[in-house]
């Protein structure tokens, strides 16, 4: 019989990567990419500080707040259908995927809203530099979004009917990486455009 | 299923949307006077924001040591040179 110390630490872990490999190389990518666009923004904010400051004024700072804290539950709501998949919670991890997609959805009406005030007030890509980038930075993450609902709906359809392992499991933690992926970009880009003055 | 929803991962979200309530009234004038000086914190904490991500919910944390050290570079470097730009204007 072996004896086990009452006050052993438990063993840390094994150390893993999460989901398939190249989905790691793809979010490398894509977080270069936003990198520079992330400079480029504050380049350009340097050198047009008054036409950036006027513009920002009318951006709709609690819309902005409001998608903010979409993403983020989007984000924790994915991070607990990996933990239920992983616990053999099968009934919890597609609802929790579920939830998440409706907060993504959430998200794409709020923008959509923001767009159009925005358009009905005259204010567009061909405006200015701040609303090019603003138009633009936003719209690629926009597109993000998109892509990361279909992720999320083909997940939720995977999980659905039964006990996740194997190979689904690796969807599940490939899909969950690309979704925070999509909210950490935009954690950056709410800084950048909505209370930053 | 409590065990799900009562974990660290429940805690580092509401850290994050506390933060996001945070940054957001520096940007409506709570803390700094100068906003060069509100705008250095609400980059620093939407850096902050983004490790936790990172390490948490993407579980880097966990991951191999060299995917670890780069996220950890990213997140020093995006947040050093973001700092420097705004501060240039």
Redesign the interface.
Known sequence: MTTVPLLARPAA??????GEGGI?LFI?GE?VMF?LL??IF??Y??RE?DVFASSHAHLN?SLG?FN??LM??S??L???A???AR?N?NR?TPLLLLLAFMCGAGFGIVKMIEYSEKIRAGMTLTTNDFFMYYFMFTGIHLMHVILGMAVLAFLVRATWSGKVSGSTLRNL?SG??FW??V??LW??L???F???? | MRSLFFSRTTLIWLALMTATGVSWKMGHGMGFADPRHAGTAIILISVIKVRFVILEFMEIRHAPLFMRLIAELWTVVIGVAMIRLFLMA
């Open positions: 872990p094994a150390r893993r990567i999460p790691w490398s977080v990198s992330f400079c504050l380049l904010r340097e500080l700072q707040m903010t804290l983020l539950s984000s924790w994915v991070a607990l990996v933990q239920a616990r919670l919890a933690e969950a990486s925070h992926l909210d950490l954690i950056i709410f800084a950048l909505y209370p930053i003055k």
